[in-house]
């Protein structure tokens, strides 16, 4: 089984370092200074739970490589997601299946309509990691994968279950739902909550969490998402500000990818998370003043940081 991750950010480092003794996977970038970078090293340098481990894993900035693909994993950042859908549509054979674990709810029906529903297999990434290096990464402790079956033809799906079997015993943890969107739009909630507002104002998760100042709107913004999510045929359940808060516990010190993004002057994934909530509240007749104002704000940072 020949399986390529596409996407040289923590994502991509990470998956492929935790794989590499299970399928052998190999890394397409964008970049050939980072496929030589990692290349030289010999792979990829892992830290997680405490101890530093070398991963010998294959990169290269050439798509060609997904021509003898059997499984594309899709780990880019959402403004990234045409240019590979474009990529894949051009080289990857049509009987490869495609796997996204991107952000939010537009990347699978993107990739779907780009590449055909019937092979592209819907997931939700819990892995946290950071980028330390070209060929460097620190992975968090939650192992968790969730990837859909439902809406797959049955090829494709088994093919996702030889993948995870494949990878038990490895640290990563993967379970099959027949009811992805769901998933998806659990970890929206919680996405759309913290990223735009971490990445605005620079607070951790911990002060996020502490901060009753922020709480009557934080209350208000989780009503817009829910309400919208429910709209669109999502049976979403009360108690997500518990699940917020929950998340926020559990890693007090951590700040959104969005504060990084707009720190390093790069696009965000805004319009896939509160972005996609303001596109849907139109869509379903929902204020969401609050949403429309977060995304408005995140990309006024973009534009003040590009010079535009």
Same mark, same amino acid.
Not at 157 to 176: N, T, Y
Not at 184 to 211: H, P, Y
Not at 221 to 242: F, H, K, T, Y
């Given at each position: 089984?020949?399986?390529?991750?596409?996407?040289?950010?923590?994502?991509?480092?990470?998956?492929?370092?935790?794989?590499?003794?299970?399928?052998?996977?190999?890394?397409?970038?964008?970049?050939?200074?980072?496929?030589?970078?990692?290349?030289?090293?010999?792979?990829?340098?892992?830290?997680?739970?405490?101890?530093?481990?070398?991963?010998?894993?294959?990169?290269?900035?050439?798509?060609?490589?997904?021509?003898?693909?059997?499984?594309?994993?899709?780990l880019v950042k959402y403004p990234d997601t045409k240019a590979l859908a474009d990529v894949l549509a051009e080289w990857l054979s049509p009987n490869a299946t495609v796997v996204t674990l991107q952000t939010g709810v537009r990347p699978l029906t993107e990739y779907g309509e780009r590449l055909g529903v019937h092979r592209v297999v819907g997931?939700?990434?819990?892995?946290?990691?950071?980028?330390?290096?070209?060929?460097?990464?620190?992975?968090?402790?939650?192992?968790?994968?969730?990837?859909?079956?439902?809406?797959?033809?049955?090829?494709?799906?088994?093919?996702?279950?030889?993948?995870?079997?494949?990878?038990?015993?490895?640290?990563?943890?993967?379970?099959?739902?027949?009811?992805?969107?769901?998933?998806?739009?659990?970890?929206?909630?919680?996405?759309?909550?913290?990223?735009?507002?971490?990445?605005?104002?620079?607070?951790?998760?911990?002060?996020?969490?502490?901060?009753?100042?922020?709480?009557?709107?934080?209350?208000? &913004?989780?009503?817009? #998402? !829910?309400?919208? @999510?429910?709209?669109? %045929?999502?049976?979403? *359940?009360?108690?997500?500000?518990?699940? $917020?808060?929950?998340?926020?516990?559990?890693?007090?010190?951590?700040?959104?990818?969005?504060?990084?993004?707009?720190?390093?002057?790069?696009?965000?994934?805004?319009?896939? &998370?509160?972005?996609? #909530? !303001?596109?849907? @509240?139109?869509?379903? %007749?929902?204020?969401? *003043?609050?949403?429309?104002?977060?995304? $408005?704000?995140?990309?006024?940072?973009?534009?003040?940081?590009?010079?535009?």
């Amino acid at each position: 089984m020949n399986v390529v991750l596409c996407g040289g950010g923590s994502l991509g480092l990470a998956y492929g370092a935790l794989m590499s003794t299970f399928v052998n996977p190999e890394l397409l970038v964008r970049g050939v200074s980072q496929a030589n970078a990692i290349e030289s090293a010999g792979g990829i340098t892992l830290t997680h739970d405490g101890s530093t481990q070398h991963a010998a894993i294959t990169a290269s900035a050439d798509p060609g490589l997904l021509a003898r693909a059997d499984i594309a994993v899709c780990l880019v950042k959402y403004p990234d997601t045409k240019a590979l859908a474009d990529v894949l549509a051009e080289w990857l054979s049509p009987n490869a299946t495609v796997v996204t674990l991107q952000t939010g709810v537009r990347p699978l029906t993107e990739y779907g309509e780009r590449l055909g529903v019937h092979r592209v297999v819907g997931g939700v990434s819990y892995l946290g990691a950071k980028r330390t290096g070209p060929h460097s990464v620190e992975a968090g402790s939650n192992m968790r994968t969730v990837l859909g079956l439902d809406g797959v033809d049955a090829e494709h799906a088994d093919r996702i279950k030889s993948f995870v079997g494949r990878l038990q015993g490895s640290p990563l943890v993967f379970e099959l739902s027949m009811n992805i969107k769901r998933v998806i739009w659990d970890k929206m909630v919680i996405a759309c909550s913290q990223n735009a507002v971490s990445g605005l104002t620079s607070a951790t998760f911990r002060v996020l969490r502490e901060s009753a100042v922020w709480h009557h709107t934080l209350n208000k &913004l989780i009503d817009e #998402i !829910v309400a919208v @999510g429910r709209a669109a %045929g999502v049976d979403l *359940p009360d108690g997500q500000l518990d699940r $917020a808060f929950a998340n926020w516990e559990s890693l007090p010190n951590h700040r959104a990818s969005t504060f990084v993004d707009l720190e390093q002057g790069r696009l965000t994934e805004v319009d896939a &998370l509160n972005g996609t #909530i !303001v596109e849907l @509240g139109a869509k379903y %007749g929902i204020p969401t *003043p609050i949403n429309e104002t977060l995304t $408005a704000l995140v990309h006024l940072g973009e534009m003040a940081k590009s010079g535009t």
